[in-house]
């Protein structure tokens, strides 16, 4: 069965260093998104992304947070300057419009 | 800002018994409706969709739907050990299409007891 893939699995980074989080989204898949969640909080949606380009996003997705889809199979997610609060679990989801999305398996992101 | 709200539980139940799990949501406009199972440090697993009104199954799962009341609900039939895991509720706008975000609920905590 496809599957989005994450890396890295976990990722520590100090207060203030900038992060990339890598996913490569299901191949025949048109919607991207990045989903996070706080140790013991709900998912929280932080940005969707169609035909190159984001559809929507979330308060949480800051002037600190961008994407992009710098060749044709992957995604990711940059933090430019991390903060002690941004750390959680980050998701990577993708789906084709039709039903459900996919999850990736996340990449731990903790933030000293 | 939408609202989707689930007991955070837990909720136990013996062995072969049902689970019931209930999610209510705040936009009368939500069209589809997703139920995700989410083991402790794993992402969220897709179990079930629904989009109409009534019951939907699939094997020992059961989703309802009733938009009138902005409620729904997963079952699970004869339930095992290995259900055990958190359930997430999950809402979005369109019909099982476009580029919309979901909307979690805080998860129900399941646990079956042997």
């Known amino acids: 069965e496809p599957e989005v893939t994450q890396t890295p699995s976990h990722q520590v980074t100090q207060m203030g260093q900038e992060v990339i989080l890598r996913c490569v989204p299901i191949?025949?898949?048109?919607?991207f998104y990045w989903y996070r969640q706080i140790l013991g909080q709900k998912v929280e949606f932080l940005v969707s992304?169609?035909?190159?380009?984001?559809?929507?996003k979330s308060e949480i997705f800051d002037d600190q947070f961008s994407v992009e889809r710098p060749d044709g199979s992957n995604f990711t997610l940059k933090i430019r300057s991390t903060k002690l609060e941004d750390s959680a679990m980050y998701f990577c989801?993708?789906?084709?419009?039709?039903?459900?999305?996919?999850f990736g398996s996340g990449t731990r992101l903790t933030v000293v | 800002q939408k609202e989707v709200e689930q007991n955070s539980g837990p909720l136990s139940v013996p062995e072969g018994a049902i689970a019931s799990l209930n999610c209510t949501y705040s936009?009368?406009?939500?069209?589809?409706f997703f139920w995700y199972r989410q083991y402790s440090g794993k992402s969220p697993e897709l179990i079930m969709s629904?989009?109409?009104?009534g019951d939907k199954e699939d094997g020992r799962f059961t989703a309802q739907l009733n938009k009138a009341s902005q409620y729904v609900s997963l079952l699970i039939r004869d339930s095992q050990p290995s259900d055990s895991a958190t359930y997430l509720c999950?809402?979005?706008?369109?019909?099982?299409?476009?580029?919309?975000?979901?909307?979690f609920g805080t998860g129900t905590r399941l646990t079956v007891i042997p």
């Open positions: 989801a993708s789906h084709r419009g039709l039903d459900g999305y996919t």
């Open positions: 191949s025949n898949h048109l919607y």
């Open positions: 992304f169609y035909n190159n380009e984001i559809s929507e």
């Open positions: 936009d009368r406009g939500s069209q589809s």
């Open positions: 629904i989009y109409s009104n």
């Open positions: 999950a809402v979005n706008d369109v019909e099982g299409t476009g580029a919309n975000n979901l909307f």
